[in-house]
């Protein structure tokens, strides 16, 4: 499903240098499976889960997702098949939990962005599935750290992707809270 090939993340710099992170490495992460990745703080996860997810693109080597090229995927394509939650903070403006949790939608959606029922259950199923139901009507930015985590990740459900990939996904979250 997810597939890399000699890859070698890290990072360009001015004139052409570039700071490898993590190089040649070859991994298969098939269907159906979860795959968990350990290691010390500044070790590489985020920037492989970023080059893994075509936001970032590989210094050497290939990603492939459902057997195509992660980083030449039209960006909706792409947000189709995977959806990614990372650490960084999230400019939420207004929005209410479960307008931030629709947002997982708009790759399903139509040019007008409207949802339809089918999108509407995807988004209710979400915040249950997380146990942030009793957040969809909050306004996000009066939200602890930990409730903001727990519907970036319920976005990340409703997108319905093929791969969900997980930076830290619970960050700040208390994990007696209610997780289903």
């Given at each position: 499903m997810l597939r890399a090939d000699a890859l070698t993340?890290?990072?360009?710099?001015?004139?052409g240098t570039r700071r490898e992170v993590l190089a040649g490495?070859?991994?298969?992460?098939p269907a159906g499976e979860l795959t968990c990745l350990l290691g010390a703080n500044g070790s590489g996860k985020s920037t492989l889960l970023r080059t893994l997810a075509?936001?970032?693109?590989?210094?050497?080597?290939?990603?492939?997702?459902?057997?195509?090229?992660v980083t030449a995927l039209e960006p909706r394509e792409r947000a189709r098949r995977l959806a990614v939650v990372l650490t960084d903070p999230v400019e939420t403006g207004g929005l209410t939990g479960a307008d931030l949790v629709a947002l997982g939608r708009h790759p399903h959606t139509g040019w007008s962005g409207r949802l339809g029922p089918a999108d509407r259950d995807a988004v209710d199923w979400a915040l249950r599935a997380t146990g942030a139901a009793p957040l969809a009507a909050r306004p996000v930015g009066q939200l602890?750290?930990?409730?903001?985590?727990?519907?970036?990740?319920?976005?990340?459900?409703?997108?319905?992707?093929?791969?969900?990939?997980?930076?830290?996904?619970?960050?700040?979250?208390?994990?007696?809270?209610?997780w289903s």
């Open positions: 993340v890290g990072y360009r710099g001015r004139r490495l070859d991994l298969t992460l075509g936001m970032q693109a590989p210094l050497a080597g290939r990603v492939t997702l459902l057997g195509d090229d602890s750290d930990g409730e903001r985590q727990r519907l970036l990740v319920a976005r990340a459900l409703a997108q319905q992707p093929a791969v969900l990939a997980l930076d830290e996904p619970v960050a700040f979250v208390d994990l007696h809270g209610g």
